[in-house]
Structure formats: structure tokens, C-alpha cells
T-cell receptor, first 118, second 112 residues
Framework: GAVVSQHPSRVICKSGTSVKIECRSLDFQATTMFWYRQFPKQSLMLMATSNEGSKATYEQGVEKDKFLINHASLTLSTLTVTSAHPEDSSFYIC??????????????FGAGTRLSVL | GDSVTQMEGPVTLSEEAFLTINCTYTATGYPSLFWYVQYPGEGLQLLLKATKADDKGSNKGFEATYRKETTSFHLEKGSVQVSDSAVYFCALNHDNNNDMRFGAGTRLTVKP
């Protein structure tokens, strides 16, 4: 079954509204979660790293005030797209690393959220 | 910095056809290489991986060999099925490093 649950899978919203995307770690407490976005026919681009108990680390060029990341608990990380505009329309996906020596380099992804801003 | 380039899609094949999806990379050192598959409505799932040169990763009939001399990790399958229709991502990272780099993804459609 799914190890990482991402919700919602699809959002259609009007320009100017804010959209919250949730990513839950189902099998253990994840102190770190990674957020990506993907434009059509392009690669997944790392946006930010969500850290439980501290501020998120954003990649260069990603607006911190636009994409608010909150790692509220050890099992939940949220990405809020504030005042969304059509150019924010994209596919957003979260990722969590495996744990322990045997799970080294195993990555778990959410199912992704397709955001369409009208 | 590190990067991954993979064959553009979409790729459309008939059932039982041979599949190749090309992937090349640019990286310092010796990264681990991966192929992930994403079925409709689902998250990325690890398909196979290779952690050092000349390693061959294999799973569900898919194979890929880590070729350091050509910096490639091409995905192959001898006979595709309709159920293989999905998007395939090539990726790399360095051990103990959370920074994964992905290719753009290749959409495969297999027709009966």
C-alpha cells in the first residue's frame, strides 16, 4: 500500500485563491519531506525541503512567500500555494526518503497534485 | 551540476514490441542511477536501480545497465504489455545525499 499519501490529487481554482496540498507519511515519522513541481514535458524540479520543527529550505528561484511549507508534525507536511495564478498551474509531488540501512536510497513519492488555476 | 537527460516521448508501441528508453547523465563522482515508473493517478514507484558501474538493474522484465563510459542507463524490455503503459523517469543521486535529479519523463503507451 501507499507509504506516502498526498491530497488532493487534483485542484481547479480561481486566480487569487490559496491552495493547500497535504503530504502524509503513513508508516513512520518523517522529519524531512521534499516538494517538487513538474511542468509539462519537463523534469521534476525540487522546490524545497520541509523540515519538522524548523523552517523549510527553498531552492534558488522559488518564492518563499508564494509557496508556504509547513511541517506541522512528524507525519504531515503541507505546501500552500498562496494567491495562485495561472502560471502556478503545475503538477506538485512530495517525496520522502526511506529509513534504515536496508532502505538506503529508497524513495517514496506521493501520488501528486495537479493544480489548474483558471 | 548533476543532470539527467532522457528520451522525449511520447512512445507508442504495440504489445510484445521491444522497448528502449534512452537516459544519459552528467554527474561528478559515482552516483546511483534509478528508473521510476508512474502509473496513472499514482506516485512514482521505483522500478530498478544500479549503484555502480556495470551493474544491471532488473525488475518485471525491465533492465538497465549502468554504463560509466557512455554515462548512460538505458531502459529496455523485450516484450511490452498494455499494463506497462505509464510514465518512466530516469534519476540519479549520490549516496546519503537527498538531492535527486530527474529526467523529464517519457510517456509510454502500449496498444493491444
Amino acid at each position: 500500500g501507499a507509504v506516502v499519501s498526498q491530497h488532493p490529487s487534483r485542484v481547479i481554482c480561481k486566480s487569487g485563491t490559496s491552495v493547500k496540498i497535504e503530504c502524509r507519511s503513513l508508516d513512520f515519522q518523517a522529519t524531512t519531506m521534499f516538494w517538487y513541481r513538474q511542468f509539462p514535458k519537463q523534469s521534476l524540479m525540487l522546490m524545497a525541503t520541509s523540515n519538522e520543527g524548523s523552517k523549510a529550505t527553498y531552492e534558488q528561484g522559488v518564492e518563499k512567500d508564494k509557496f508556504l511549507i509547513n511541517h506541522a508534525s512528524l507525519t504531515l507536511s503541507t505546501l500552500t500555494v498562496t494567491s495562485a495564478h495561472p502560471e502556478d498551474s503545475s503538477f506538485y509531488i512530495c517525496r520522502r526518503a526511506g529509513r534504515g540501512k536496508l532502505a538506503k536510497n529508497i524513495q517514496y513519492f506521493g501520488a501528486g497534485t495537479r493544480l489548474s488555476v483558471l | 551540476g548533476d543532470s539527467v537527460t532522457q528520451m522525449e516521448g511520447p512512445v507508442t508501441l504495440s504489445e510484445e514490441a521491444f522497448l528502449t528508453i534512452n537516459c544519459t547523465y552528467t554527474a561528478t563522482g559515482y552516483p546511483s542511477l534509478f528508473w521510476y515508473v508512474q502509473y496513472p493517478g499514482e506516485g512514482l514507484q521505483l522500478l530498478l536501480k544500479a549503484t555502480k558501474a556495470d551493474d544491471k538493474g532488473s525488475n518485471k522484465g525491465f533492465e538497465a545497465t549502468y554504463r560509466k563510459e557512455t554515462t548512460s542507463f538505458h531502459l529496455e524490455k523485450g516484450s511490452v504489455q498494455v499494463s506497462d503503459s505509464a510514465v518512466y523517469f530516469c534519476a540519479l543521486n549520490h549516496d546519503n545525499n537527498n538531492d535527486m535529479r530527474f529526467g523529464a519523463g517519457t510517456r509510454l503507451t502500449v496498444k493491444p
